[in-house]
């Protein structure tokens, strides 16, 4: 069984920043690629970023790119979401997400019915 906790979230102002953690209980957390979404009220789930097992890809949805970036450290089996330049419209429940599948090198997906273990989710919210 794999539980994802996140942590990080919180009010902000537009143009802040904040980073949010993503700790995966279980073995083999390195094999697998790491999601993150979001949900905003009355809004579907919806892709933020992906990390490749093998941390050298990310892939991030056009609303967020250049803004945030996704790292991880598989030692600590922690995924991170650094967020900079926030704005009102990121506003949304947060969420990590973990790939069980043992994908080639560089292969990701984007929808979360791709996904198999989720966390609770952490509340971020930017003042305008």
């Known amino acids: 069984q794999v539980q994802l906790v996140e942590s990080g979230g919180g009010l902000v102002q537009a143009g802040g920043s904040l980073r949010l953690s993503c700790t995966a209980s279980g073995r083999a957390f390195s094999a697998y690629n790491m999601g993150w979404f979001r949900q905003a009220p009355g809004k579907e789930r919806e892709f933020v970023g992906v990390?490749?097992?093998?941390?050298?890809?990310?892939v991030y949805a056009d609303s967020v790119k250049g803004r945030f970036t996704i790292s991880r450290d598989s030692a600590k089996n922690t995924v991170y979401l650094q967020m900079n330049s926030l704005q009102h419209e990121d506003t949304a429940v947060y969420y990590c997400?973990?790939?069980?599948?043992?994908?080639?090198?560089?292969?990701?997906?984007?929808?979360?019915?791709?996904?198999?273990?989720w966390g609770q989710g952490t509340q971020v919210t930017v003042s305008s």
């Open positions: 990390v490749t097992w093998s941390g050298d890809r990310t």
């Open positions: 997400a973990i790939d069980r599948v043992l994908r080639r090198r560089g292969s990701i997906i984007t929808i979360p019915l791709g996904y198999d273990y």
